[in-house]
Structure formats: structure tokens, C-alpha cells
């Protein structure tokens, strides 16, 4: 295609993204997303535009945003993966790397995580043979503390991975540094947090290893996807392994002898000069994102300012509106944060004179979108009944955010009329059956 074709199909693309204008705001008729994708002009044109270069693995835009992510948080690399769940996948399996030697971790090894949380922070933990160590959370901030976490060390405890709750960051650093006492290894679930800051730092900067989603819920979007960031370049080396494939080559696909010997190695009891492209170093998976999703990545990655902003502005408007009601616990952010937030949290209280159930189906019924607060306590759940676990303290608060507990949206594609509408109904609920 040459490149007045191509300019021409870009503009085209253009006046077709400006014809799609989207209805007013009806109170009661338009649905409110608890979340949703914030996809503009810019967007739809840099996905057509990667279409029409036909790249459709990973390649150069993927690349491009890797550096420039990696860049935002000050770490030296950021990995591309096909989903958040995935980057926690690889992210906590790279520690049972062999290349660790004795610090990796190995089956029946403990991992200290929450009881009340989304299971993809849980699952890679028993997916490796380890034991997770649940601990209780508390309501209000929704996350852990630090007392709990050492409470939950023991002599087989090997690291700690726990998710900062709908972008409010529990006390990373000062869990950093207990998890630095005991030589244990940290995973930083940042899914829910890119651009929070914990005592002035970006969280998902604390952790040996930190993990992004970019499902379209989250703060930034390519569809589905995801990444796992780290400072460690023998992390990232084995993240990298990991996730594509397994292999111990790093040339990028269709490249050759990166490292100019690529028929002079000699590994495992293959023959040496064994092609290293097809030498595999890890019991790995394919689980890479594609240029599409790395330019859809670049162009969300310009407007992750903004997009904070509004997520903030949201949930404040929503926290100033409903400081009074009765019967509502609200959210606050932890001490020393300023959250990017994910979602707007409240817990109905057991006097409130009605239940989350009553609440929630009079917002549903007026199209505002609801969600419950993920799991509640993951150890009720069918999947994790028989997995081997350990608790440590009693998990009442997540039995409260089980029965009590939901939430609704401050994304950025949420209108001031839209938050509004929802304090207004929320209000008119209370008052009624307060």
C-alpha cells in the first residue's frame, strides 16, 4: 500500500470514529459501566494502521511500548503478555526458576496473600505447587497490614503477592521491607493501580516482580493483555524465557544470532552448536501479546494522565456525596497513598436496616452498574476447598465484604451527570429504608 493510500484510509477512519457519536445521558435508560475502555480517535487509527502494516505478532509497536512502560515506572524492563492473568502467571512462576538456585521456590514453599481478593492473584500460587497463606484484609481500605503479614511468616514462607484493592495501595513499602527481613521474595499485583502512588512512589515499583492488566476494565486497555515489569534483568530474562515458550534464545521472532553464537552452545545433553533458537531452558508457555495490542498499548499509554484524573475526580465527587448517608461504609485511602482508583467501594452495614442485596437491585434497576468486591473470601469458594492453604488469623472481614459488600464505577468514560445520578439514587434508597 503506498502512502497516500494509506493516508487515505487513515482519514477515512477518522470521519467514520467522528460519525459515531454517542447518545445523551437518560437517567433510568443509559447504562452506567461499573468499567469500561476509554477508546478515542486516536485509538481506533492506530489499530487500523497496525492492521494495515499486517504485522500481527509482536514486533516493533509492541517493543516500542515495553521501553516506554518500563520507563514510567523507572524499571528496566516491562514484558507484554497476553492477559493480567497471565503476567501473574509468569510472574510468580519465574521464581521457581531453576536459574535462582537456592533461592527458588519450590513445591510445598509458602506464599502470603489475601483472603479477599481476585483469584488470579491466587492461582498462580497453587498452579506452582506452592501454599497459599491467607490473611484477612481490613474493611475501609480494603487491604491488608503489615501486622498480619508477619503473623503469617513461618519457616516455609518464601514470598508474598497481594494486589493493591481497586487501586488503593496497601503498605507496600513498609511490606517491602519486612519481606526484605526474611529474605522473601515480593509480587506486586499493580493490576488494579497503575499510576497510584504509595509515599510518592508508583506502585509496582516496590516488588521484585509487579504485574499490569490491560483488559479493557482496567486503567489502560489493548482488549485483552498484560505485562510484568521488573528492575531485576535476571527476572526479566526469565520472565522472557517464560513466556515464550520456554526457550533460552532472546533473539525477537524472526531474528538470528543476537548473541553471535547462535551454533556454539552446548546445553543440557544436547550436542553443542545445537541451533540456540530451538534450546529450551524453562517448562514454559506462549503467552505474548501482539503488535496490535502494542499499538492500541502506545496510544492508551499517552492519555494515562488523564485518564487518573478522572478516575480521582469520580471517586470524590462520589465520596463528597454520600459522606452522610447512614447505614454506608465508605472507602478511604490508605495513609501516605493517592490512589488511581479502580472502583468506588462501600460495605452495608449489618444495622443499616436493609442488605447489600436491597441495595444493589434498586441500582441495578436504575441501570447503574454494580459488582461485588471479586471473590469475598476466596476459601469459600468451590476451587479452593480442597487446594492445600493455610490461614492465619480469623478471615472476618472478608466474610463481611462476602455478604456485604460492592462496588461502583469512577472510570474516566463516567460523567459528572452519571456520578451524580448515582448519589441521587443511592440517597433516595437510604432514606427510604434507613
Known sequence: MTSDAKALVLEQVREYHREQRAGAFRPGETRILSSGAV??????????????????A????ARTFES?????????????TNSGSSANLLALSALTSPRLGEQRLRPGDEVITVAGGFPTTVNPIVQNGLVPVFVDVELGTYNTTVERVE????????????????????PVAEIR??????????????????????????????GDLATVSFYPAHHITTGEGGCVLTRSLELARIVESLRDWGR?????????????????????????????????SHVGYNLKATDLQGALALSQLRKLPEFGAARRRNWQRLRDGLADVPGLLLPTATPGSDPSWFGFV???????GYTRRDLVGFLEERRIGTRRLFGGNLTR???????????????TNSDVITEQTFWIGVYPGITEEMTDYMVESVREFTAKHG
Not at 477508546?39 to 500481527?56: F, G, H, K, S, T
Not at 553471535?260 to 552446548?266: A, E, G, S
Not at 469458594?381 to 478471615?395: F, N
Open 381 to 395: 469458594h468451590p476451587a479452593y476447598l480442597d487446594a492445600p492453604h493455610r490461614v492465619v488469623g480469623e478471615l
Open 39 to 56: 477508546l478515542d480517535e486516536e485509538d481506533r487509527v492506530a489499530l487500523v494502521e497496525a492492521a494495515l502494516d499486517l504485522r500481527i
Open 58 to 61: 509482536a514486533g516493533a509497536r
Open 346 to 352: 462501600i460495605t452495608v452495614s449489618p444495622d443499616a
Open 248 to 280: 533460552d534464545c532472546w533473539c525477537e521472532p524472526g531474528e538470528d544470532d543476537t548473541c553471535l553464537k547462535r551454533f556454539d552452545y552446548q546445553m543440557g545433553t544436547l550436542p553443542r552448536g545445537y541451533d540456540h533458537k530451538y534450546i529450551f
Open 68 to 80: 516506554r512502560f518500563a520507563r514510567y515506572f523507572g524499571l528496566r524492563k516491562a514484558h507484554m
Open 151 to 170: 503473623a503469617a511468616i513461618s519457616e516455609r514462607t518464601r514470598a508474598v503477592m497481594i494486589a493493591h484493592t481497586l487501586g488503593n495501595p496497601y
Open 177 to 206: 521491607q519486612l519481606a526484605e527481613e526474611h529474605e522473601l521474595f515480593l509480587v506486586e499485583d499493580n493490576c488494579d493501580a497503575v499510576g497510584s502512588t504509595y509515599r510518592g512512589e508508583l506502585t509496582g515499583t516496590f
